[in-house]
């Protein structure tokens, strides 16, 4: 059973769910499905299945949902990410821009939310203190209220083959090697 704050019946963050932020133009890349990757610097728990976007100003607002996999690394070995999408080719490179970024994750799906929840509602009914900057889990009183299934699906790449380099969860990142 989740645990709940007496103080402001606010229940703990499910795991299997993140909000990151996100600005234009790269929340467009992702919805229209040019960016197929969300690169990062860190690796997120092995129990996410989904990264809300929270979409900056002047949306300021969490506007879509993504499914997404385990994380793709460029361990010595690993193969490359299929150069279909913006910032693959540069993420396999090692182009100086993507230094450090060693996490892709797959955008599987993305659904658009029907009524997307602005700042004002996530500080007022969800207890979120600020626009978030970095990862924040979702409150289970937002997933208890949203169901992600029921918004709009824009883009749904599940059907594509089931990629072989897809990793169990996060490699020790200090095996990580800069190829030269």
Known sequence: MPRSNKATG???PSH??????MQDPYMTQI???????????????P???RIWFYRTAPHSSITHICETSQPRTRNPGD???????LGNEEFNSRHKDWDGYDFAYKMLTVYELRHPIPLKEMREKYGI???PRGLVYLPRSISKVVDWKQQKLLLDRKKEELDPQQHEGCPDPRTLVEQT
């Open 10 to 12: 606010i229940t703990a």
């Open 16 to 21: 299997s769910d993140v909000i990151l932020p």
């Open 31 to 45: 919805i229209d499905g040019v960016k197929n990757y969300e690169f990062r610097k860190y690796c997120l728990r």
């Open 47 to 49: 129990a996410v299945k």
């Open 79 to 85: 193969e490359p990410l299929v150069e279909d999408g």
């Open 129 to 131: 203190k600020s626009a």
